[in-house]
């Protein structure tokens, strides 16, 4: 069982930056992917970024279409460390950001196997 946690997040202003990062504890996949959903009040949880890692090596990045060009997601595979740096965000990024793990290529909702405890995340002007 991986354990994920989560550091960051907070108050943004719109069009600033944040950083937040993912450290992932225990017995992690030779192939695993891991990636940042958000949820804000009344909408569904959806995949904002993922980042896949095949025998140690980085492999494909995932943006959803919201945030392409905005957000850049990284990660350290010899930490197991995701991070996701913001930037220029708006209003309807406003939500609580929750880092997952899933062993595989993807990272649907239906593949994540481990989820953080999720971290609120707000811009304003």
């Known amino acids: 069982q991986v354990q994920l946690v989560e550091s960051g997040g907070g108050f943004v202003q719109v069009g600033g930056s944040l950083n937040f990062s993912c450290s992932a504890d225990?017995?992690?996949?030779?192939?695993?992917?891991m990636g940042w959903f958000r949820q804000a009040p009344g909408k569904e949880r959806a995949i904002v970024a993922s980042i896949s890692r095949i025998q140690g090596n980085t492999g494909n990045t995932y943006y959803a279409d919201s945030v392409k060009g905005r957000f850049t997601l990284s990660r350290d595979n010899d930490k197991n460390t995701l991070y996701l740096q913001m930037n220029s965000p708006k209003h309807e990024d406003t939500a609580t950001y929750y880092c997952a793990y899933g062993t595989g290529f993807r990272l649907f909702i239906k593949d994540v196997v481990s989820w953080g405890q999720g971290i609120q995340v707000t811009a304003s002007a």
């Open positions: 225990g017995r992690t996949s030779r192939i695993d992917t």
